[in-house]
């Protein structure tokens, strides 16, 4: 699926922090994440699943997280009904990642609406995305 595509989300609720497919599934609907300190990156259909970003954006690969290296690891929560009271997660790997707060998380909105329609589509997720904007790509790993 090309970055540069306009992606219409399939998810009727974005950014909460209580979700609507928990509520209606009868779970816990207050969705915890690793860091508190940065804003709400969720989405959810209301009914068949749920996706949040878990924590801040890292440094990828950690061995160089001396501030060389100008990729990103996103690391996503996420339920859906196919695979009911599991808690998986996906990693999307941003190469070459403008790191300015506002463009940054421009672009986290769009993986999050990216991961949704691939999960509304086929009820799991890949281990590992990479999104590559020099190829126009986002794509399993």
């Given at each position: 699926?090309?970055?540069?595509?306009?992606?219409?989300?399939?998810?009727?609720?974005?950014?909460f922090?209580?979700?609507p497919?928990?509520?209606?599934?009868?779970q816990?609907a207050?969705l915890?994440?690793?860091?508190?300190?940065l804003?709400?990156?969720?989405?959810?259909?209301?009914?068949?699943?749920?996706?949040?970003?878990?924590?801040?954006?890292?440094?990828?690969p950690?061995?160089?997280?001396?501030?060389?290296t100008?990729?990103?690891?996103?690391?996503f929560?996420?339920?859906?009904?196919?695979?009911?009271?599991?808690?998986?997660?996906?990693?999307?790997?941003?190469?070459?990642?403008?790191?300015?707060?506002?463009?940054?998380?421009r672009?986290i909105?769009?993986?999050?609406?990216?991961?949704?329609?691939?999960?509304s589509?086929?009820?799991?997720?890949?281990?590992?995305?990479?999104l590559?904007?020099?190829?126009?790509?986002?794509?399993?790993?």
């Open positions: 699926m090309s970055i540069s595509e306009v992606a219409v989300s399939c998810a009727s609720y974005r950014n922090s209580l979700c497919h928990c509520e209606v599934t009868g816990p207050t915890c994440r690793l860091c508190e300190g804003p709400m990156i969720s989405r959810s259909d209301g009914t068949t699943f749920h996706l949040l970003l878990a924590d801040q954006p890292l440094p990828y950690m061995e160089r997280s001396s501030g060389k100008r990729n990103l690891s996103l690391c929560w996420y339920m859906h009904a196919g695979q009911p009271k599991q808690t998986l997660s996906t990693i999307v790997l941003l190469r070459d990642a403008d790191k300015k707060r506002h463009s940054l998380f672009k909105e769009v993986v999050a609406d990216l991961l949704s329609e691939e999960l589509r086929c009820g799991k997720l890949a281990n590992v995305y990479e590559d904007e020099q190829h126009g790509g986002f794509q399993p790993s």
